[in-house]
């Protein structure tokens, strides 16, 4: 009996430490900041659904593999919800167009996500549409929040914006509707205009409005899209960071925060709610 009783002990301490193991473990690599590998964060464009993102990420990692330079790279999804049944992204896209912003909450919402999932020094963030006003503004936060500016870069795919943060590169289709018809607006209005397209993609790209990123941008420019990544890629350095806990500080999640996330909590799915049942009424007249 002391023999068995030993060997269930022993095996009650083996499962222990593997319990233990599990648990502990995320919360050491999130306190780390490694300087071997690479996190590329994909931010979506407006009206995507988080399902729509993450499928975009998907593909893309699909396309780009999981190592550059013998080194692992991890993607990751920093969603850019919409708000207001989509009202809120074309008051925030308004302001953008000026270089201004409404609020600092989807970009803080997003870092806030990603923060526990960045455990690599060098990070690339990748933008399509709206996505790409947001990875400008967040590589600004997190130069000045801990990422040492070598250690991150940027890389923007139709995009609305005028630049792309760090000097990195970008592609726009000369067949792409959306940003053709922004160019239009900012025009206009004299809101900053965006970068010009510079690619000319297979005919085929003109289908629909060509500004949809996997079915436009990934099937006819997926090579490029790559080959540009790994180029910024290569230009990364794991400097010395200065943040105390994880690779960057995050956003504060102080009261200001919460009160907006409270609001858009009971605001978006009532704004949802008005739009499809307009949509309905429309149909049905």
């Known amino acids: 009996w002391s023999s068995k009783y030993r060997h269930m002990q022993c095996r009650f301490n083996r499962l222990a430490k593997l319990i233990l193991f599990i648990f502990l473990v995320p919360f050491v690599a999130n306190a780390s900041c490694a300087t071997q590998g690479y996190t590329v964060i994909f931010v979506n464009g407006i009206f995507n659904t988080e399902e729509q993102a993450r499928k975009s990420l998907a593909t893309l990692n699909f396309k780009f593999g999981d190592f550059y330079n ?4 991890i993607f990751r999804t920093g969603y850019n919800p919409s708000h207001l049944a989509g009202l809120g992204d074309l008051t925030q896209i308004f302001a953008q167009s000026f270089g201004a912003s409404v609020s600092s909450f989807d970009r803080d919402t997003i870092l806030l996500q990603i923060h526990p999932e960045v455990t690599t020094r ?6 399509h549409s709206q996505g790409t006003l947001y990875t400008n503004d967040m590589y600004s936060y997190l130069v ?3 990422e040492p500016k070598g250690a991150v870069g940027a890389y923007s795919v139709a995009t609305p914006a005028s630049y792309v943060a760090g000097g990195g590169k970008y592609l726009t289709s000369d067949a792409d509707l959306v940003i053709k018809r922004y160019s239009g607006y900012a025009n206009t209005v004299g809101a900053l205009p965006p970068l010009s397209a510079n690619t000319q993609l297979d005919p085929g790209a003109a289908v629909g409005n060509g500004h949809n990123f996997i079915d436009i941008y990934l099937t006819y420019a997926g ?6 990544i790994q180029q910024g890629l290569s230009r990364l350095k794991a400097g010395e960071g200065t943040a105390t806990g994880g690779c960057f500080t995050p956003p504060e999640n102080g009261l200001g ?3 907006q996330q409270v609001l858009f909590a009971v605001a978006d799915p009532a704004a949802t709610g008005i739009k499809v049942a307009a949509v309905t009424g429309w149909q049905g007249a």
């Open 223 to 228: 090579e490029q899209i790559v080959k540009d």
């Open 70 to 73: 013998s080194e692992p790279v």
């Open 122 to 127: 060098k990070v690339f963030l990748v933008g």
């Open 257 to 259: 925060y919460k009160t």
């Open 144 to 146: 000045s929040h801990g």
